[in-house]
C-alpha cells in the first residue's frame, strides 16, 4: 500500500461507528449485527511479508533480543487462533462465526508478524510444544478473552513506556503498533461478545454461565501468580506475557505513572469505536483501585 492508503487504514482501524441509530440493547438483533460488523470494517489490511523491519544497531537489537517475552508471545498467539476457531466451529449463526473465524485470522497474522521479527533479529527460540483444542470450547474461548483483557491494559502503557523511554526505537514501535492496536479490537468484540451472549441465552443456564465466568477469572488469576506453573515454564502461556515483560523494563518504571499511562492508554485507544459498544472495565476499575494505594517514586532533585 503507498503511504495515504496505510493513513486511510490505520485511521479506519481505530474509528468505527454502526450505521443503525439510537440505543440498542446487548439482546436486540441490531446488537449482534454491530457486533459481527466490528471487526471486519475495522480491519487493517496489512501485510506481516512487507512489514519493514528497521535494522538496529548492536546495544538495541541486544535489548530486544534479551527481552524473555518472545516464546510466550508467539505460544499465546498460537494458542489464541486455536481456541477461537475451536469456539467459531461450535457456533451456527453464520455472521458470529464468520466474526470469529475472522478474529482467529488476525490472532494467526500476529503469531506470523512475531515470527518474521525473530527471523529478523535472528532472536533464539524454544522449540514449539504441541497444542491440542479445550475440551470444551466455550470454556477456552473464554479463558482467551479474559486473558487478552488483561495482558492488553498492560501491555498497552508498557508499549507506551518503552516508546517514550526509547526502549523501543520509534522505527520498532511503528511497526508494531497496528498489532498492539488490533489487540484492543478483540477485547472490545470480546467484551461485547460477553453482553450478547449473556443477555441471550435463556434464564436457566445464566447463574450456571456466571459460576463459569467467576471460574475463569479464578483460573486466570491462579496463573498469574505462579501458583499453577512457574513464571518461567511456557506450556501454558495464557499467564505472564505481560508480566515478564514488565520484568523486563523493571528498571525504567515506575509503578504509578505505569498505570496511570495504562489508563490513559487504555482510554485513547477505545476512544475512536462506537460509543454504544461496551468498553472492557474489569481491569481500569481494578487500576483505579490500586493507584490509590501507590505512590509515585521519588525523583532525585536536579541542580
Not at 486455536?82 to 485470522?105: C, S, V
Not at 495482558?151 to 498497552?156: E, Q
Not at 492496536?181 to 449473556?198: K, S
Not at 477469572?217 to 505481560?242: K, M, P, Q, Y
Request: with cysteine; net charge neutral.
Amino acid at each position: 500500500m503507498d503511504d495515504s492508503a496505510v493513513v486511510t487504514a490505520d485511521f479506519n482501524a481505530r474509528h468505527w461507528r454502526f450505521a443503525t441509530p439510537g440505543p440498542i440493547a446487548p439482546g436486540a438483533p441490531a446488537y449482534l449485527l454491530m457486533l459481527t460488523q466490528l471487526l471486519r470494517e475495522t480491519y487493517n489490511p496489512y501485510k506481516p511479508a512487507v512489514l519493514d523491519w528497521p535494522k538496529l544497531d548492536a546495544p538495541t537489537r541486544e535489548r530486544i533480543v534479551s527481552l524473555p517475552i518472545w516464546d510466550i508471545a508467539v505460544q499465546t498467539e498460537i494458542k489464541a487462533a486455536m481456541r477461537i476457531e475451536a469456539y467459531a466451529r461450535t457456533i451456527e449463526h453464520p455472521a458470529l462465526r464468520d466474526a470469529l473465524l475472522h478474529m482467529a485470522g488476525e490472532e494467526s497474522r500476529h503469531r506470523d508478524v512475531l515470527s518474521r521479527l525473530v527471523a529478523a533479529y535472528d532472536i533464539p527460540m524454544q522449540p514449539e510444544p504441541s497444542y491440542t483444542p479445550p475440551r470444551d470450547a466455550e470454556w477456552g474461548f473464554m479463558v482467551t478473552g479474559y486473558s487478552e483483557c488483561i495482558d492488553s491494559f498492560f501491555a498497552y502503557g508498557l508499549f507506551e513506556m518503552a516508546k517514550r523511554s526509547g526502549y523501543f526505537p520509534p522505527e520498532l514501535v511503528e511497526t508494531f503498533e497496528p498489532v498492539v492496536q488490533e489487540e484492543g479490537r478483540h477485547i472490545l468484540f470480546f467484551t461485547n461478545w460477553m453482553a450478547w451472549h449473556r443477555a441471550t441465552m435463556p434464564g436457566w443456564r445464566r447463574p450456571w454461565f456466571a459460576l463459569k465466568t467467576a471460574a475463569v477469572w479464578v483460573f486466570l488469576i491462579w496463573e498469574r501468580i505462579g501458583i499453577a506453573r512457574s513464571v518461567d515454564g511456557l506450556e501454558n502461556a495464557d499467564a505472564n506475557f505481560t508480566m515478564t515483560g514488565s520484568k523486563a523494563l523493571a528498571d525504567e518504571m515506575d509503578p504509578a505513572v505505569l498505570l496511570d499511562i495504562c489508563l490513559a492508554e487504555d482510554k485513547r485507544r477505545m476512544a475512536g469505536y462506537d460509543e454504544r459498544l461496551l468498553r472492557p472495565t474489569t481491569m481500569p476499575r481494578l487500576a483505579r483501585f490500586a493507584r490509590r494505594f501507590i505512590r509515585p517514586k521519588k525523583r532525585p532533585a536536579t541542580i
